[in-house]
């Protein structure tokens, strides 16, 4: 076999021809009638020669194929398999002589080699662009989960088991909840509240697209108690086979203590409201059922019966207008145009107000300005309804032939008034009360008629449509100061 | 003998009106708050107490908690007459303060003097019912 590959080579053909040919000659030769030694042995030597020859060109012929193999394999390592691909495209790839007997095993070897190459090629884009979906994943759930951790209302997932898979921060902190995605916790040892455990359990109980909203108050980590409104949902997927699964239950509460405390005073004032209407109410019913019963028996008592009910009435109707103003002005209602504005231009309006009552009550009302421009930014009738207010309530409750001062004065960067009386004053159970809406203080409501509205609407005013702040100091029987503050607003303005 | 009733309200014309149809029937007093009204009843010795609520110095409440205390005035027949609404829990009200009616204000001074003369008859039969047991 080996040997007939050899003989396939033209230049071992040749040569194997000549020594034959060299053979046969010097057999042939003694038989010629010229024979002659030395020609003999010239054939003779040229026959081993070239015998020799051939001997050594099949040497030099397998060296060489083993240098082109080597050189081969060499290239094919340095190839890398992008490379691989193209260069056999290309026609780079070092050729072998076909009848080289390494021929077909590199063939083989190249288009196996090739085909990695290809097949890295694809598994190596494959893995580019999952990697790329993993990251667009990753950051999307991050992201989702920046948002689900700065929502306000707690929210948190349990799989079908009741068992929590996930926690945003809120809920996280309300319950004080630690979620590990290998170790899942059931909510029912983690939430410590029975009625939301509850509601969990009959939405993972009744496997179908369930919703269940409720309020219910539940014991933060600190052990404060809020008022949440809870909705809890059933999360449905399809299995399989295309039948519906229920995948678990997400719970969302939602802090609704502020709303409440809302609904809580909301129901307190319609409470206090009510009870200072019903009294005058009172009076009048009354007072018309002893006129219709006949009950007043001369022209006095009908009289005296029906004052009672004239004043009743006056004084219901007061209070409907004091309760719609404030209601006005608290709900926005009521325009604001705030202006520059003189403080004792306006200090100066409202005195001329209520100076024919203060005369009438033989009350000394002085006032005493600052020299100083004081600009105010403000709505100037609701200020003035302020100040009006704060200098009649003085003049109410200080007996006739005392004092009432308006003053003011500016104090860094504010401009400030106080109204001072030489009142009954207020304890300091009454200081800290007396701007609550319908407070009167009890002892003094014979000296006036009022509403329990005057006060509570002037704070409203200055501290809430102005930013300022009404302050009270008082000593019981011998005065108060009802003390402004307002924001100082300069008019020097180009 | 005509009935004594006490009759403690802040507010002068409700007790105005109140006590001119009482006393065609009853002998009226008035007070003007708990703190008074505490003190008369303890004189006076009333048959039947007519009280606010929100009343200064000692409130309705107070002064029906200091009436049940006390051994001498433990079974005074009460009616509450009160501007109060919702906020009032009945069930404390009749239950442990023993409050023999409520009156709401607005309020009817016909009623009211109907439901003296009740309160006075009602405890009088008890009183009675008691006597006959204990001889």
Redesign the interface.
Known sequence: MLIANKVQRYEVKLLLAITIGLALAWVIEPTLPASNFTVRMFLAIGCLVTAGAIFRLDAMLQSGSEKNAQRYIDMLCRLDHHDLAAAELNGTLPKLPENDHWQPIFSRVRQCLVEYGRRADEAEHNWTSVEIKLRRVANEYSRLNDFANGLPDAALATNPYGEIVWANQAARKLFALEIDANTPVLAAEQLKCAALVDVLGDTLKRQSATHRASELEIAGAAGELCWYRLNCRALLGESEDGQPELNGAVLVLADISSERGVQKRH?EFV?AA??EM??P???????V??LL?G?AEDDETREEFLS?IDS?ADRLQRLIENLLNLARIEAGVEKVDKQNHSLNELLESAHSVVQPSSEQKQITLTIDLSPMYLGVLADRDMLMQSAINLLSNAIKYTEPGGKVTLRSRMEENAAVFEVEDTGVGLSDEDCAKVFEKFYRV??D??MAPGTGLGLPLAKHIVEDVHGGSLTVSSRLGTGSIFRVSLPSHSRMQC | MSHRILLAD?????R???E??LK?EFEVSCAE?GQEAWEMLLKDRPDVLITDL????MNGIELIEHIRANEATADLPVILLT?????LAREDIFNTLKVFQLL???????ELCRLAQMAIEGHESRQTALVTTQV
């Open positions: 129901a409470s009510s009870h019903k009294t109410l009172a009076g009048i019913r009354a007072y059922e002893l019963d009950e009672v009743q009890k002892k409501q014979k | 802040d507010e002068i014309h409700i105005r009106a109140a001119f149809k065609r708050d929100q009343m200064p110095r501007a109060k609404g919702f906020e709401s204000k607005p309020f009817s001074p016909r």
